[in-house]
Nanobody, 124 residues
Framework: VQLQASGGGLVQAGDSLRLSCAVS????????MGWFRQIPGKEREFVAA????????DYLDSVKGRFTISRDTAKNIVVLQMNSLKPEDTAVYYC??????????????????WGQGTQVTVSS
């Protein structure tokens, strides 16, 4: 199983970025997918998740209305569209895959597979 995150970069506050997570070795219809972020010295933080059916999504409160998680099952990718970026969104962003039921998806410990991370830096 491989999860390959990409799309990070350096942008200004108010700009947008689109992160992609290319998944191989598993099918999105069998796993819930999540995005987390981490800054040095802090715990990995839940950002967004989408259920394996694609019906349910959830977000960190501070990104609601700005970020959107989606998936393309034909291409086996998961996308995090990030709009109206703020300096506090600066972090390394990781995608992850979780098996089982749609529960506790906000906990990084519940995920089975992780990508390598992509850096997002938002300047003020």
């Amino acid at each position: 199983v491989q999860l390959q995150a990409s799309g990070g970069g350096l942008v200004q506050a108010g700009d947008s970025l689109r992160l992609s997570c290319a998944v191989s070795g598993l099918t999105l219809s069998s796993y819930h997918m999540g995005w987390f972020r981490q800054i040095p010295g802090k715990e990995r933080e839940f950002v967004a998740a989408i259920s394996r059916t694609g019906i349910s999504t959830d977000y960190l409160d501070s990104v609601k209305g700005r970020f959107t998680i989606s998936r393309d099952t034909a291409k086996n990718i998961v996308v995090l569209q990030m709009n109206s970026l703020k300096p506090e969104d600066t972090a390394v962003y990781y995608c992850a895959a979780k098996s089982g039921i749609w529960f506790a998806y906000g906990s990084s410990a519940q995920y089975d597979y992780w990508g390598q991370g992509t850096q997002v830096t938002v300047s003020s």
